[in-house]
């Protein structure tokens, strides 16, 4: 992996964004403040902001959301990005082992569908948010990991969703797949 191509691929995929929100808006902006400050921006150990990698999972049942134990809410899964890795590759990598279920990217490539700064304990997470696809297949996630994983119809997950998700739903489910 080339972190300096990787930071500037993901650089003009945020900045290309179209943010809708005030939340949205507030994230790319601090997102890009943030990409061009950072010496390498995945590196959970190199300082306090990083980017972590994460998905919208959709399939014929709807999205898939798990309960995040320590932030006590339903959120995506995902997570951060080990070394080598590009964000896309960690949001495969984490909603896999997040959910046990079978995980793609469209056969268009990785698509950025929302962002989302956000503070995580001592951390402050710079979120980038992709479409992953799913058959329709009961989650199953491994020892270890939160086992209440499910699917959820789109207006379930949006009444129910950690916050910082709310925006990329409603997106996603209003079609932008």
């Given at each position: 992996?080339?972190?300096?191509?990787?930071?500037?691929?993901?650089?003009q995929?945020?900045?290309?964004?179209?943010?809708?929100?005030?939340?949205?808006i507030?994230?790319?902006?601090?997102f890009?403040?943030?990409?061009?400050?950072?010496a390498?921006?995945?590196?959970?150990?190199?300082?306090?902001?990083?980017v972590?990698g994460?998905?919208?999972l959709?399939g014929?049942?709807?999205?898939?959301?798990?309960?995040?134990?320590?932030?006590?809410?339903?959120m995506?899964?995902?997570?951060?990005?080990d070394?080598?890795?590009?964000p896309?590759?960690?949001?495969?990598?984490e909603?896999s082992?997040?959910?046990g279920?079978?995980?793609?990217?469209?056969?268009?490539?990785?698509r950025?569908?929302?962002?989302d700064?956000?503070?995580?304990?001592?951390?402050?997470?710079?979120?980038?948010?992709?479409?992953?696809l799913?058959?329709?297949?009961?989650?199953?996630?491994?020892?270890?990991e939160?086992?209440?994983v499910?699917w959820?119809a789109?207006?379930?997950a949006?009444?129910m969703?950690?916050?910082a998700?709310?925006?990329?739903l409603?997106r996603?489910?209003?079609?932008?797949?």
């Amino acid at each position: 992996m080339d972190l300096r191509q990787v930071t500037a691929d993901l650089r003009q995929t945020v900045a290309a964004f179209d943010a809708a929100t005030p939340r949205e808006i507030s994230s790319r902006s601090r997102f890009l403040a943030e990409l061009a400050r950072l010496a390498n921006p995945f590196d959970r150990d190199a300082d306090l902001v990083h980017v972590t990698g994460s998905a919208i999972l959709v399939g014929s049942r709807g999205t898939v959301l798990h309960w995040h134990k320590r932030a006590g809410g339903w959120m995506q899964p995902g997570g951060h990005v080990d070394a080598g890795e590009t964000p896309w590759q960690a949001a495969l990598r984490e909603t896999s082992e997040e959910t046990g279920l079978q995980v793609r990217h469209p056969d268009t490539g990785p698509r950025l569908v929302h962002l989302d700064v956000h503070q995580a304990g001592p951390h402050v997470h710079l979120d980038v948010r992709y479409l992953l696809l799913a058959e329709d297949a009961d989650p199953a996630p491994p020892a270890g990991e939160s086992q209440q994983v499910r699917w959820f119809a789109f207006e379930d997950a949006i009444a129910m969703a950690d916050a910082a998700l709310v925006d990329g739903l409603r997106r996603v489910a209003g079609g932008d797949r």
